[in-house]
Every structure is written in C-alpha cells, then in structure tokens.
C-alpha cells in the first residue's frame, strides 16, 4: 500500500508541474534561486530590485506590499511567489485569479536551504536543486573562535538570522548575540566582541574593502574601540549584490567571509 501510494505522490508531483509555466516574482531572493535552477527564462515578471539580465523581457511590476493584481493577470503568470512577510490577502487573491501561489518560508539560518528545496520542486527543477544543495553542504568550516558582525542599513545580523548560517559555514559565530536583526546598539555590540565587522552599503565598493571611515569612528569610541575588530582594524564594507540575499548566493558570501576572519 505505501508503494502505491509513493507512485500516486510522484505522479501528482511530476503533473503538478508545468514546464511552461510562467513565473512572477514577488522576492529578489526567491528570483536569484530560480536563476540559479535555470527558470530565468520563465520569470515574466518581477520586482524592480530583481537581479536580471539587463536584456530581459521581464516586466517589474511586482510589488509584494502594494500589489498591482492588474499587471500581474496582464503578465500571464501562473505561478506567483511571495515573501513570508507578504500581507496573506495577498495570496488569497491571487489564487482567487487563477494563479498559483508560493509563500517562502519564515526567516531562519535554514530558510534559504527550504526555499531552494521549495522553488526546486515547484519548478520540477530537481537536479539543479540538489547541486545547489550540495554547494551548501561543502561549506563545513571548522570554528576558529570568532565573531563577525554584520551591519545593514542600521540592523545587525543576529544568530537567528539566515546570514548566521553564512558566518558560520565561514567558521564563525554572528556577533550579535540574540534575536534575528537586532537594532545597531553600541553596548550590545561591545558585548558580542566582534573580531571582523562588515558594513554592507549601497554606496560601499562593488568589492570587499577596508572601511576606514568607521574604523576611524570605532577607534575613537570610548567603547567600540575596545573591540578586536577596531584594534586590529578588521572594519570592513561593500556594496550587496544577491549573493547577500536569503538565496542560493550564500556560499559565495561563506568564502568572502571566511578569507577576512583568516587575515
């Protein structure tokens, strides 16, 4: 009997997926993960922070939190994903429309690996899933015994966060230390004792650099410049592409990671 009923999933799997469905991307996240399937050509639509091919036909008119139902039935989609934080109206009258509808999961250092797996059956893209899977697993660093800090746009990057799963498949601990995206606090920062801190910026460098502004600053904080990131000047910034978003750029995000806690 449970045969019978593995071959009834499978066939109900394998049917549920249309290979040519057309996709409206509700998540800059979610869209980096179905470049990486190879859906980049099934993506009709998107938002306007969406990482495309410059040349792509795509429309930008998805909005998750002012959503234009209109322009989503005017793009053709049948399959639209949305963000967890997404109003769940919202996917109520999209299904309502006939499309289908996808809500990624909760943010958690596991969420991006879920919606890889999500996004993966849901475009019967399997094997691409499982590579992409696979990159994650490699990525097992032994722990050198040091926190990082992320900094960005004012929030910090907590233990429950998805980029904690990044600083440790680097081989370290996130310094902030509780919660998901605590608020930038000095005291709670002097206490997670961060040895690398990396600001990520709109206006940083398309490269990792030294920030010498904010080292400069934390070296002249009565508290910050206690720090070992201010003493051995391990103050770093960027500007974020899609790697840094919960998506399947993460261990590219590991690697740069891992290179600044070795200097």
């Known amino acids: 009997m449970r045969i ?4 009834i999933h499978l066939f109900a799997l394998v049917y549920a997926v249309d290979p040519a469905q057309r996709i409206a991307s509700f998540s800059p996240a979610a869209t980096r993960i179905l470049v990486d399937l190879g859906c980049a050509e099934q993506v009709v639509s998107a938002t306007r922070w969406c990482d495309l091919p410059k040349a792509h036909s795509a429309t930008r008119t998805c909005d998750a939190f002012e959503p234009d139902l209109e322009a989503l039935l005017k793009s053709g989609a049948t399959l639209a994903i949305l963000p967890h934080l997404a109003n769940p109206l919202l996917a109520n009258r999209i299904r309502s429309a006939g499309i289908r509808a996808i809500i990624l999961s909760e943010e958690s250092p596991e969420s991006p690996a879920n919606d ?5 059956e849901s475009t019967g893209r399997i094997n691409e899933c499982k590579r992409l899977l696979a990159e994650r ?3 097992k660093s032994e722990t050198r015994g040091k ?3 992320i900094v960005w746009d004012g929030v910090c990057a907590g233990p429950l966060s998805y980029l904690s799963w990044t600083i440790r498949a680097a081989g370290a601990e996130p310094a902030p230390l509780q919660g998901s995206w605590p608020v930038w606090d000095v005291e709670e920062v002097v206490r997670g004792k961060p040895d690398a801190v990396i600001f990520l910026q709109t206006d940083g460098p398309e490269k990792v650099e030294l920030d010498k502004i904010n080292l400069e600053k934390w070296r002249s904080s009565p508290g910050l410049k206690s720090t070992p990131a201010a003493q051995t000047g391990s103050i770093f910034h960027l500007k974020p592409n899609s790697d840094w978003l919960p998506a399947s750029g993460q261990p590219e ?3 740069i990671i891992a290179a600044l806690i070795r200097k």
């Open 137 to 139: 697993a490699e990525l």
């Open 147 to 149: 926190r990082v800090l």
């Open 4 to 7: 019978i009923f593995f071959f």
């Open 116 to 120: 890889i797996r999500i996004l993966g």
């Open 253 to 255: 995000v590991a690697k």
